[in-house]
């Protein structure tokens, strides 16, 4: 071995290049975590809504269209996922969930008590469903709700239960919630599926404070047509 090898002075610079190295890799690190968390959070406002923490229209939509897929091929793995959950089922409901009287809100009040109403809302919607649906604002004062495994009659229902909650817990606002209610069909998609759900929403609508079912807007229609007929 070689003396100089052995000399203290050789010790301590060994130790402080070992100690510069440690330094940088912690650092190295610390930048990454913090790049993962910049990016996190940037995830999360592109999924969130910020004014009531629901999911945004578009992640929402993306889930849907994943889950149509999944429907349509018994072997995918997002079916088998859904399968396994305790629930086991197969398909799933949409509700389109529309406030009455929610602009005399922000017109007299102003946009904070407006964004007020919309939170409350939301914790009510949530609180009425299962963790696993999904719960969105799709935009304005206008909510949507995946609601797995439920058929139209399970998910008027649920529509039914939010609706009557609302128009309790918001009495003193005087906002109420109208709701439409479909089923997914083999062989729809989510732009379909949605209009069906709109339909109903604002047959709902006409009555206020109600809920309806795609069946319900096919009734309506029917009735006009033999009425037409009988012209």
């Given at each position: 071995?070689?003396?100089?090898?052995?000399?203290?002075?050789?010790?301590?610079?060994?130790?402080?290049?070992?100690?510069?190295?440690?330094?940088?890799?912690?650092?190295?690190?610390?930048?990454?975590?913090?790049?993962?968390?910049?990016?996190?959070?940037?995830?999360e406002?592109?999924?969130?809504?910020?004014?009531?923490?629901?999911?945004k229209?578009?992640?929402?939509?993306?889930?849907?269209?994943?889950?149509?897929?999944?429907?349509?091929?018994?072997?995918?793995?997002?079916?088998?996922?859904?399968?396994?959950?305790?629930?086991?089922?197969?398909?799933?409901?949409?509700?389109?969930?529309?406030?009455?009287?929610?602009?005399?809100?922000?017109?007299?009040?102003?946009?904070?008590?407006?964004?007020?109403?919309?939170k409350?809302?939301?914790?009510?919607?949530?609180?009425?469903?299962?963790a696993?649906?999904?719960v969105?604002?799709?935009?304005?004062d206008?909510?949507?709700?995946?609601?797995?495994?439920?058929?139209?009659?399970?998910a008027?229902?649920?529509?039914?239960?939010?609706?009557?909650t609302?128009?309790?817990e918001?009495?003193?606002?005087?906002?109420?919630?109208?709701?439409?209610?479909?089923?997914?069909?083999?062989?729809?998609?989510?732009?379909?599926?949605?209009?069906?759900?709109?339909?109903?929403?604002?047959?709902?609508?006409?009555?206020?404070?109600?809920?309806?079912?795609y069946?319900?807007?096919?009734?309506?229609?029917?009735?006009?047509?033999?009425?037409?007929?009988?012209?």
């Amino acid at each position: 071995m070689n003396n100089e090898e052995l000399k203290p002075q050789n010790f301590e610079d060994k130790k402080e290049t070992e100690n510069n190295r440690e330094s940088l890799l912690l650092k190295k690190i610390r930048g990454l975590e913090e790049s993962v968390g910049e990016f996190r959070v940037e995830h999360e406002k592109l999924q969130y809504d910020y004014v009531t923490g629901l999911y945004k229209r578009e992640y929402f939509e993306e889930e849907m269209e994943k889950v149509i897929s999944s429907l349509k091929n018994p072997e995918s793995e997002k079916l088998k996922e859904l399968k396994e959950r305790k629930e086991g089922y197969s398909n799933f409901s949409l509700l389109f969930c529309g406030l009455d009287k929610f602009k005399e809100i922000n017109d007299t009040h102003g946009h904070n008590e407006g964004d007020a109403v919309l939170k409350k809302v939301s914790e009510i919607i949530k609180s009425k469903v299962r963790a696993f649906d999904i719960v969105c604002r799709w935009g304005g004062d206008e909510f949507a709700v995946g609601l797995f495994g439920a058929n139209e009659e399970e998910a008027a229902k649920t529509g039914e239960k939010i609706r009557a909650t609302v128009e309790k817990e918001m009495k003193g606002t005087g906002v109420t919630m109208s709701i439409g209610a479909v089923v997914y069909e083999k062989g729809l998609s989510m732009d379909l599926i949605t209009k069906r759900a709109d339909e109903a929403m604002y047959l709902a609508k006409k009555e206020r404070n109600n809920v309806k079912t795609y069946a319900d807007v096919l009734e309506v229609e029917k009735a006009k047509k033999q009425e037409g007929e009988k012209k």
